[in-house]
């Protein structure tokens, strides 16, 4: 872990928690299929305003329950 901490997307336990495919996930936001995977897996280095949005709207969730920061733990 980073001196400052971790920062990470709670995208697949939100699919999960939803009952949402990663197939309706990304009809609903129009964002590949590929990129959702890439979020899921922590595959992805950065995501713009837009996107968290989108993935917000399609899952009907706050931005605090996709994206968690976790402090350093020294």
């Known amino acids: ?6 920062v990470y997307m709670n995208l697949e336990e939100l699919i999960i928690q939803k009952g949402i495919s990663k197939t309706q996930l990304s009809y609903r936001s129009k964002i590949s299929h590929t990129q959702i995977n890439r979020f899921c897996k922590g595959d992805a280095v ?6 968290i949005a989108r993935l917000c709207y399609a899952l009907d969730c706050k931005v605090s329950e996709l994206i968690i920061y976790e402090p350093p733990t020294s």
Do not use: A, C, L, Q
């Not at 872990?1 to 971790?6: A, N, P, R, S």
């Open 1 to 6: 872990m980073d001196e400052y901490g971790k």
């Open 46 to 51: 950065r995501i713009d305003f837009n996107t």
